[in-house]
């Protein structure tokens, strides 16, 4: 995929990527968020519904192949699974539709995003890096900025437990797409991708207590024992809807459509390479899901491109 020719956005991705770098400091052949990561190989089985709304390949076929990351927050590859910081966790889920031809769906465990556009983005990482002397009075930069928007302080306060698995834990993608039928009819949505085994939290002193690999120590012994399956979900907009707009959410009497279910039975070999290498892309580019006007979309795509660039670049560790 070439890089963006929108200066202003390419712009923009080497300010975030170096805000990212000045938070967590530089970590050569690791992504600038999500750093610590797991890749697990599968299958998608679409449900009788999923054609009902996408003409997409993935979703008129019996099944695709699959590749999945797991993460924790931060750029910082050796956080902590029990860190608080490790929250919001991470799925990226790769469809593989054909030779070097793909689709990806982005999510994290908290619902929604802090900021509605890449500049507001850049803001709050810059304030987060100017409030790291907490011997400084209060308030510090990242409390101002937080506190004069509305949606970043609604992001903060949201409950975000620490879960048992990553495998027990549900995911939200940040942005709307657009799902185009065989009839061109078309609705919008916003995938959300939930565990089989259903939600399982831990108290603040059980999950303090695990170990510094908790979570990834635990995929590793849950897929040598059998498959790991999550649905896959869309929450439909109604007409009205505002869907170019991460921080807005909506309510959730709206219809959410199940579209089938991503079956994981092993770990990808070689994995520090693969991770290093898969570049996964916010933007669907395929006939059946279209992107949304969101603003984050564009940006968020140069961003993986250009980091990923960077970490295949780096020497091997």
């Known amino acids: 995929m070439p890089l963006p020719t929108d200066e202003k956005i390419l712009a923009l991705s080497n300010d975030l990527l170096q805000a990212f770098e000045n938070i967590f ?19 998608f089985t679409p449900s009788p519904a999923a054609a009902s709304l996408s003409r997409a390949p993935h979703f008129n076929r019996p099944s695709t192949p699959v590749t999945v990351r ?14 608080p910081n490790a929250s919001p966790h991470g799925i990226a889920i790769r469809f593989h539709l ?15 995003f802090p900021v509605r556009t890449g500049e507001e983005f850049l803001e709050l990482l810059r304030a987060i890096a100017a409030s790291s002397d907490t011997s400084k009075p ?26 048992s698995s990553f495998a027990r834990e549900s995911y939200f993608g940040i942005t709307a797409h657009r799902f ?47 498959p790991i399956k999550f649905r896959v979900l869309v929450q439909l907009a109604n007409d009205g809807d505002v869907v170019d707009d991460a921080t807005i959410h909506w309510p959730e009497g709206r219809t959410v459509l199940d579209l089938g279910t ?56």
């Open 138 to 163: 209060h308030p510090w930069p990242v409390e101002v900025f937080v506190g004069s928007h509305p949606a970043a302080l609604a992001f903060v306060q949201a409950p975000k437990p620490a879960p």
């Open 98 to 112: 054909a030779e070097r031809v793909h689709t990806d769906i982005i999510a994290h465990s908290t619902d929604g």
């Open 262 to 317: 991503i079956t994981l039975t092993e770990p990808v070999a070689d994995d520090a390479h693969e991770q290093k290498n898969i570049i996964f892309d916010p933007i669907p580019r395929v006939d059946g899901i279209d992107p949304s006007d969101d603003p984050l979309l564009e940006l968020r795509a140069a961003v993986y491109l250009v980091s990923g660039r960077r970490r295949r670049a780096a020497p091997e560790q």
């Open 25 to 43: 400091g530089q970590h050569p052949g690791f992504r600038p968020a999500h750093a610590k990561g797991k890749l697990l190989a599968g299958t």
């Open 70 to 83: 797991f993460s924790n927050s931060t750029g910082i590859p050796v956080i902590p699974d029990n860190d």
């Open 180 to 226: 185009s039928n065989q009839d061109a009819a078309a609705r919008y949505g916003r995938y959300r991708i939930v565990p089989e085994a259903g939600n399982e939290f831990l108290d603040d002193a059980t999950a303090a207590a695990k170990s510094a690999n908790t979570l990834f120590d635990d995929l590793e012994e849950k897929i040598a024992k059998g």
